[in-house]
């Protein structure tokens, strides 16, 4: 008897243990996938909310011009960088002149933002987007186009060309750094083995010079098929255990500028994996503070 009610308190704890188990692995799913829903945004959902968005296109703004999605701004990563004083490019504009150049494009820090781009003539500078805003603090919604221009013009939605005569509104953009997603070359530099590196450039790129002990998986492994949307959780979870990537250590993107390691950032963000870092300075900075110091 007492045997029989032993064995009935096993069975039930079992099947609480199992259930557990099984709570536990459909509730990741379940959060990977809510983490892509909040910041994703579909075409047709879009079309459906012109009105309600402030679309950033990301491309070059020559590419803008020939072509983009009504209403859309030109806010590309060739505008809104430059060379700082120690020679290093493609460095984000101070906060003081971002701010005030996105309060100028009528963009406050409350304001739902819809970025996209075609992750090819952008160098994926739709993630750069994200990760500045992020960077800044940016409390208002922030979206990304799944599909980008190309699934935008498969469904044969209108576009524009050349400079859309809209007024905006000049307003005040309120920023707050968020130092949690950048690093800076002299705290990688001290503590580089506390650190996941990822090098995103080609091999050409990593062959003439690399950070020591970054393993380099390129930004073009972050996207799939003819309109390069981002993979998804499991496939980045997939590519990362491929490298042999330790999970256990924060992962810092790099690449040369920023730009493609931030494209990288942002598909990491999405998926729902614990915060990642994009070094902006990249190898651009690296090379000149350190490596030529040496």
């Known amino acids: 008897m007492i045997n029989g009610v032993m064995f009935k308190k096993f069975d039930i704890l079992l099947d609480v243990i199992i259930c557990i188990g099984l ?11 809510i983490a892509s829903e909040i910041e994703s945004m579909s075409v047709k959902q879009l079309n459906n909310e012109l009105n309600k968005w402030i679309i950033l296109d990301a491309r070059p ?76 603090g940016h409390k208002g919604k922030i979206r990304l186009l799944l599909g980008g221009i190309q699934e935008w013009k498969d469904l044969k939605l209108p576009l524009k060309t050349g400079e859309e005569k809209k007024p905006r509104q000049i307003v005040k953009y309120f920023y707050s750094i968020d130092d949690t997603i950048n690093i800076s070359t002299q705290e990688l530099e001290k503590n580089k083995n ?34 390069r949307r981002p993979i998804n959780s499991t496939e980045l979870k997939d590519l ?27 598909v990491h963000t999405l998926s729902g994996l614990p915060p990642a870092k994009n070094y902006e300075g990249g190898y651009e900075e690296w090379e000149k503070l350190v490596v030529d110091k040496k």
């Open 23 to 33: 709570f536990s692995f459909l509730f990741s799913d379940i959060e990977a996938a």
């Open 61 to 136: 703004q020559k590419e803008w011009l020939k072509e983009h999605i009504p209403g859309s701004i030109s806010f590309s990563w060739e505008d809104y960088t430059k060379t700082d004083k120690n020679g290093v490019k493609y460095k984000i504009l101070q906060p003081e002149e971002l701010s005030k150049k996105l309060g100028e494009l009528g963009i406050d820090e409350n304001s739902p933002i819809v970025i996209y781009g075609d992750a090819d003539k952008s160098w994926g500078g739709e993630g750069w987007n994200f990760w500045i805003l992020k960077l800044l």
């Open 240 to 266: 990362l255990k491929k490298n042999n990537i330790d999970l256990n250590k924060p992962i810092v993107y790099y690449c040369t500028g920023g730009i493609r390691s931030g494209y990288a950032w942002m």
């Open 194 to 227: 506390s650190y996941t590196i990822i090098d995103t450039r080609s091999l050409l790129e990593w062959i003439k010079g690399h950070i020591p002990g970054a393993k380099r998986i390129s930004w073009e492994n972050f996207y799939k098929g003819k309109n």
